[in-house]
């Protein structure tokens, strides 16, 4: 292959090697095969690359990960926007096979809204991340400027961070599906997880550095729910049902 001329089949690039210099499309394109399929699979759970990968490394210093991927290393890492949308895509799935009726929402649930909150913030929990990213770079580019980071690589940190908060709430889905402990296990993760990455990130770890990751994901948290709370409230009050986001007598 190596010294075969050949035509790239994505952007019509003529080219030598297994891989196009122009788009990065591999030279050879056979039909697929259930090897070949299974290959690919399995390359996605690669502890070198892929998910398994950025999965372990974002848990043992995620600092270093993010720091590599922002200067330039990022052949080896998963995507960002990619790692936050399967986490959350994984989260969302797990969330809507919960019973809203049972664990914790059956005991703060009245007259019906709660679980249809529930139920409408689970299965629009992958868009509800991607609006809230620019809050969440907001917040971080305030409290640490000492990164020196511009706006874009605050939405990069967030989107790596909220998605492993998003994975370790899926796992504690699984374990903890029939305890109200997932309740606060869930608020916990986020607010502790990204936390956990800012401190990371920051060069210098003082006390005032843990105070300040705790306070810029706490307070995140809380605001990553208000825009959402007013559509709600919204919904019944003014437009009475209109929205389809609270049940209202027709």
Not at 30 to 42: E, G, I, P, Q, V
Request: aromatic share 16%; proline share 4%.
């Amino acid at each position: 292959m190596d010294n075969e001329i050949v035509t790239c089949l994505n952007c019509g690039n003529h080219f030598e090697g297994n891989y196009c210099p122009v788009c990065g499309q591999e030279a050879s394109t056979k039909r697929f095969t259930f090897t070949s399929m299974m290959k690919k699979t399995l390359a996605a759970f690669d502890f070198e690359k892929g998910m398994l990968f950025i999965i372990t490394q974002l848990t043992i210093n995620p600092g270093r990960v993010i720091r590599h991927y922002l200067n330039g290393k990022r052949k080896p890492i998963y995507d960002p926007l990619r790692y936050l949308f399967w986490t959350t895509a994984l989260m969302t799935v797990l969330n809507m096979m919960i019973d809203p009726k049972n664990i914790y929402m059956a005991k703060v649930e009245v007259d019906g809204v709660a679980s249809e909150v529930n139920l409408w913030t689970t299965s629009n929990m992958t868009a509800m991340f991607l609006i809230s990213l620019p809050l969440y770079a907001f917040m971080t580019k305030l409290f640490f400027r000492e990164w020196k980071f511009n706006f874009s690589e605050h939405l990069i940190v967030n989107m790596y961070s909220i998605g492993h908060a998003n994975l370790i709430n899926s796992i504690f889905m699984v374990t903890l599906f029939w305890s109200e402990a997932l309740y606060y296990s869930t608020f916990v993760t986020t607010i502790v997880v990204p936390a956990y990455f800012f401190i990371s990130i920051t060069v210098k770890k003082r006390v005032t550095t843990v105070v300040k990751s705790l306070l810029a994901s706490g307070i995140t948290a809380i605001l990553f729910f208000i825009p959402f709370a007013i559509l709600f409230i919204l919904d019944m009050y003014v437009f009475k049902g209109a929205l389809g986001l609270v049940p209202f007598p027709g």
